[in-house]
């Protein structure tokens, strides 16, 4: 068989497999996050500064992780059309 096809179908398997592992780490942060602000509008005696530190980091993880979402998705696409995908 062709070794084109067969480096096509690890990179969609890959893709997907990555895909996957990505989705799972958004739920989790995601779920971390929704604990965090629960945690957060429970404790009084934390100061304001220290609800901005940690609001502040939590949409650092966020921008980080689209980022690197985004810098993946263009290398599978620049992988693609090296073998000729038009995806």
């Known amino acids: 068989m062709d070794q084109q096809y067969f480096l ?3 990179l969609a398997f ?9 989705a799972a780490l958004v739920t989790l942060q995601d779920q971390a996050e929704r ?3 629960t945690l957060l509008d429970q404790a009084a005696w934390l100061p304001e500064e220290g609800r901005k ?6 949409a650092a993880c966020k921008k980080g992780r689209e980022e690197y979402k985004k810098t ?3 290398s599978f696409q620049k992988v693609a ?4 995908d038009s995806k």
């Open 8 to 10: 096509k179908q690890m």
């Open 14 to 22: 890959n893709r997907t497999a990555f895909d996957g592992a990505f």
């Open 35 to 37: 604990t965090a602000e």
């Open 53 to 58: 530190a940690i609001n502040d980091w939590t």
């Open 72 to 74: 993946v998705d263009d």
């Open 81 to 84: 059309a090296y073998f000729g």
